[in-house]
Structure formats: structure tokens, C-alpha cells
């Protein structure tokens, strides 16, 4: 019976990737709802992370990334004053554009993904 589990997280279902993609493409809710970079990936993994481990722990790295973005921009925000912040901004949007791109066509093909410089909030 554990081994049948092993092998289903190698190599999980259809959906299971497309709920693992969906943690990480909701983020782009921020383009139209405010936080909902944050709310979009909260609400795919709380309804999917217990019945999908890929899918719970993509969720996790989501939030995880979506947060310290916030907590990243806040920085470039206040550094605006100094002038150097809009730039900065400028290359935190287009990084985290990036990086969520990248990471729903990983959990698409099933494989997990961190992204770089995230802090990890939720474990």
C-alpha cells in the first residue's frame, strides 16, 4: 500500500497537476482583485491540500513566494524616495511574472518547484 503511494506522488494525475498549476496561476488574481496574489493561491491550496500532495505542497510555495513579493515591495515602495525603488519595482514585477510562469509549467509536468529568494512562512 505505501509503495502505491510512492508511486502515485512520483507521477500524479492529470489533476492533481492542473491544481498544482492553478496554486501558482492564481496569483495573476492581483492583476484585477487587490491581495488577490495572496487570496488566489490561499483559496486553491486550502481547498485542494488534502487530497492532492502536489498540490499542497505547490500551494505552500505559492503563498510563500506571493507573500515575501509583498513583503518585497513594500521594501521597493519605500525606497521610491531614493528614486532607485521604481526601478526596482519594475524588476520585482517582472521577476515574480517570471517565476510564476515558470513554476505552473513545472507543477503542469508534475515536477515541484521552488522559487528563489522566498522566504518560507508556511512549512
Same mark, same amino acid.
Given at each position: 500500500?505505501?509503495?502505491?503511494?510512492?508511486?502515485?506522488?512520483?507521477?500524479? &494525475?492529470?489533476?492533481?497537476?492542473?491544481?498544482?498549476?492553478?496554486?501558482?496561476? &492564481?496569483?495573476?488574481?492581483?492583476?484585477?482583485? @487587490?491581495?488577490?496574489?495572496? #487570496?488566489?493561491?490561499?483559496?486553491?491550496?486550502?481547498?485542494?491540500?488534502?487530497?492532492? @500532495?502536489?498540490?499542497?505542497?505547490?500551494?505552500?510555495?505559492?503563498?510563500?513566494?506571493?507573500? &515575501?513579493?509583498?513583503l518585497y515591495s513594500?521594501?521597493?515602495?519605500?525606497?521610491?524616495?531614493?528614486?532607485?525603488?521604481? #526601478?526596482?519595482?519594475?524588476?520585482?514585477?517582472?521577476?515574480?511574472?517570471i517565476q510564476v510562469?515558470?513554476?505552473?509549467? &513545472?507543477?503542469?509536468?508534475?515536477?515541484?518547484?521552488?522559487? @528563489?529568494?522566498?522566504l518560507r512562512f508556511?512549512?
Amino acid at each position: 500500500m505505501e509503495d502505491d503511494r510512492a508511486v502515485e506522488e512520483r507521477n500524479p &494525475s492529470g489533476r492533481e497537476r492542473t491544481l498544482a498549476m492553478a496554486c501558482h496561476l &492564481s496569483a495573476f488574481a492581483g492583476v484585477i482583485i @487587490p491581495f488577490g496574489n495572496i #487570496f488566489g493561491p490561499l483559496v486553491v491550496w486550502i481547498l485542494t491540500k488534502d487530497e492532492y @500532495p502536489l498540490a499542497d505542497d505547490q500551494g505552500k510555495e505559492s503563498l510563500n513566494f506571493q507573500i &515575501s513579493v509583498f513583503l518585497y515591495s513594500i521594501v521597493c515602495g519605500l525606497l521610491i524616495f531614493l528614486v532607485v525603488g521604481i #526601478f526596482m519595482l519594475l524588476v520585482l514585477a517582472l521577476f515574480t511574472i517570471i517565476q510564476v510562469i515558470k513554476a505552473s509549467i &513545472s507543477a503542469n509536468n508534475g515536477n515541484a518547484y521552488r522559487y @528563489p529568494f522566498c522566504l518560507r512562512f508556511i512549512a
